[in-house]
């Protein structure tokens, strides 16, 4: 799963155009500039979408720290860590308390992550509201693609956060011996990768994305 993400994080720098996540990135900065060049039509509507986005973090969130709670109670718990006919490999205490800090470490992660994406949406959400025309010559550091980035960030934090509770699907079959571990992570690896690369677009996205760093 580690070496997996290394090499999505790779691939998304070097061909942002063959993954899922680094061409909605670049629709999401059309988007903005789209969005801004005419707010008194475009406002509600941005407003909206907006807030979509922050619900759905807002959700991940709160069941990130309601599982949090759960493991810390497991953990806890002297009876949890008692030896099972289902358990195969290390069934000591000291396995059972690493497997359950393990778990309850993803979902913190995603908590937190899910926290700074509500944070940058809800910047973004007023930022896209300020319309190109009455920007001043003093102003120009507020521009699309600086609104853009901030919205890009909360979508990337929200992408965190999600793969923090795909990360807890192995660690939880960790409980259960290590083989139920490497086959969930073999499943989610193969699984992510039909949902991460796509090679529907090409030079068309290519180039609207080196006009934009140009017109930075």
Not at 81 to 92: E, L, M, T, V
């Amino acid at each position: 799963m580690v070496s997996y993400h290394v090499w999505l994080l790779y691939r998304i720098i070097t061909q942002p155009t063959k993954t899922v996540i680094g061409v909605n990135a670049i629709n999401r900065r059309i988007w903005v500039k789209t969005m801004m060049e005419d707010t008194s039509k475009n406002g509600v509507l941005a407003v909206q979408t907006l807030r979509n986005n922050i619900m759905a973090s807002t959700l991940l969130a709160s069941t990130a720290i309601m599982l949090s709670s759960l493991i810390a109670v497991l953990m806890t718990n002297k009876n949890s860590n008692q030896s099972s006919d289902f358990i195969f490999g290390d069934s000591s205490p000291l396995g059972f308390s690493i497997k359950f800090f393990s778990i309850l470490l993803c979902f913190l992660l995603a908590f937190l992550f899910n926290v700074q994406s509500i944070r940058y949406y809800s910047h973004a959400s007023i930022l896209i509201n300020v319309p190109l025309t009455k920007m001043s010559a003093n102003s120009t550091h507020l521009t699309p693609n600086y609104v853009g980035r901030a919205l890009n960030k909360g979508s990337y934090f929200w992408s965190l956060g999600l793969r923090a509770f795909y990360f807890s699907f192995p660690l939880f079959l960790w409980i259960f011996g290590p083989i139920p571990l490497f086959c969930c992570s073999l499943f989610l690896v193969f699984m992510l990768y039909f949902l991460d690369i796509t090679f529907e677009f090409g030079l068309g996205v290519s180039n609207v994305e080196d006009e934009e760093e140009e017109a930075v």
